[in-house]
């Protein structure tokens, strides 16, 4: 069975300082990985995507296979990135359906 | 260009009553999910279709819940009769198929209180 794991519910950190939000997973196979995002009042928005590579509103997030791992980090954390984080994993193929984590809630403080 | 849409926001009812949920998703979008998410619970996957097609329903609860999707186009998601535990929000998404099937697109979600 598949699951995501994101251990901390709530994350403060102030304005300017980094941010790393965890995500640790487990699947059989080779899972795709995600992060979602949302804003209050927003709906939830794909930010990143593991095989892309991309760096999305300063946020990165490295696959790491050995740790079943998907972290999702940023160096210096902006008061417009507080806001709900998902980890997100779909085994792929034909159905691209997401399994959660339960979500971390960001706050950043001016 | 409008993103996706559920109907209602909001409802309540009571216990042993029916609701049915809406979902349009983007125009062209030929996959639409169906997740919910109970109070202090992750995300979970309901089901999938692809245009009108059930691809899969390995996430419904119990054959109290019944999703159609009418020519491909909007999905309803009925829950009869509803329980308590029933109880949360209802997001749809839908993504496209082909080059960017992986993104899907949320939309704001069907509060349901079960009293």
């Known amino acids: 069975a598949q699951r995501v794991t994101q251990p901390e519910k709530l994350l403060s950190v102030f304005k300017g300082a980094p941010v790393e939000l965890k995500c640790n997973y487990s699947?059989?196979?080779?899972?795709?990985l995600f992060w979602y995002v949302q804003y209050s009042r927003q709906r939830l928005q794909l930010l990143l995507r593991?095989?892309s590579r991309e760096s999305i509103k300063g946020f990165t997030a490295d696959l790491n296979k050995g740790e079943t791992s998907f972290h999702l980090k940023k160096p210096f954390a902006q008061e417009e990135d507080s806001a709900m984080y998902y980890c997100a994993l779909s085994s792929g193929g034909s159905n691209y359906k997401l399994t959660f984590g339960k979500g971390t809630l960001l706050t950043v403080n001016p | 260009e409008a993103g996706v849409t559920q109907f209602p926001s909001h409802s309540v009812i009571e216990k042993g009553q029916t609701v049915t949920l809406r979902c349009d998703p983007i125009?062209?979008?030929?996959?639409l999910y169906w997740y919910r998410r109970v109070m202090g619970k992750e995300i979970k996957f309901l089901l999938h279709?692809?245009?009108?097609?059930?691809?899969?329903e390995s996430g419904m609860p119990n054959n109290r819940f019944l999703a159609e999707r009418t020519g491909g186009t909007y999905s309803t998601l009925k829950v009869q009769p509803a329980e308590l535990e029933d109880s949360g929000v209802y997001f749809c998404a839908s993504s496209q198929v082909g080059a960017n099937y992986y993104e899907q697109y949320f939309g704001p979600g069907t509060r349901l209180t079960v009293t």
């Open positions: 593991h095989i």
């Open positions: 125009s062209g979008h030929d996959n």
């Open positions: 699947y059989s196979g080779s899972p795709e």
């Open positions: 279709f692809v245009k009108e097609s059930k691809q899969d």
